[in-house]
């Protein structure tokens, strides 16, 4: 069975500190690995798409990166803002569906 | 980026009426759609993958004389919840992929919250 599994669910850092999310997945013919920000009562909001393993894609301060079994979401230095709850999700072969994992919930104290 | 809207962005009902929600495609053209609902604090459940001009494509366990979905156009699709109960209460989302980026990802909508009364 197809899985998108995502942790921690919930993780809370001091403003400046850096870390991962991670997103583990096992899936037949993974086509495409996305990562998403959600905000409270918003629709998710994209970020990156990965397509094969050893990819990495940046953007401000937010990182990621693919392997053949896993994704990472590098967060550095991270600033208030950055709160938000970040949705892994992937696409294989078969068709246009997408699958997300539960997420992980960041908040970044001031 | 691709932009996708949806209206209403809220609505309430009284139980047993219908209700329509739109999702358009503002700045590209998209022969699919799709629906997804969220309860709180989970994650997006695919409802229905919609096609422009065919039936929808509705996901195991979802009522499709329920929740009816139209896709006139190649920027326009409609989910309508018919007879409405409080258990059909939830945040509502559509996305849809920019076929012309040559990109799979999808974008989403800022979501319709439905509360039944």
């Known amino acids: 069975e197809d899985q998108v599994t995502q942790s921690p669910e919930a993780l809370r850092l001091q403003e400046g500190e850096s870390s991962s999310l991670n997103c583990s997945y096992t899936?037949?013919?993974?086509?495409?690995l996305f990562w998403y920000r959600q905000d409270p009562g918003k629709g998710p909001e994209f970020l990156f798409t990965l397509y094969s393993a050893g990819e990495e894609k940046e953007k401000e301060r937010l990182k990621a990166t693919l392997t053949k079994k896993e994704s990472f979401l590098h967060i550095t230095a991270p600033k208030p803002e950055d709160s938000a709850t970040y949705l892994c999700?992937?696409?294989?072969?078969?068709?246009?569906?997408?699958?997300f994992g539960k997420g992980t919930r960041l908040h970044i104290l001031p | 980026g691709a932009v996708v809207s949806q209206h209403p962005s809220w609505v309430i009902c009284k139980s047993g009426t219908s209700v329509k929600i739109e999702c358009r495609s503002l700045d590209f053209q998209a022969t699919t759609m799709f629906w997804y609902r969220q309860f709180p604090k989970q994650s997006l459940m695919l409802m229905a993958t919609?096609?422009?001009?065919?039936?929808?494509?509705?996901e195991q366990g979802v009522e499709k004389d329920k929740f009816l979905i139209n896709h006139a156009s190649l920027t326009l699709s409609t989910l309508t919840v018919t007879s409405a109960h409080p258990e059909d209460s939830s945040f509502y989302i559509c996305?849809?992929?920019?076929?012309?980026?040559?990109?799979?990802?999808?974008?989403f909508g800022p979501g319709t919250r439905l509360t039944v009364t």
């Open positions: 999700a992937l696409t294989m072969n078969r068709d246009d569906k997408i699958i």
């Open positions: 919609s096609n422009e001009g065919s039936k929808a494509t509705y």
């Open positions: 996305s849809a992929r920019d076929l012309a980026s040559g990109g799979y990802e999808q974008y």
């Open positions: 899936v037949s013919g993974l086509r495409g």
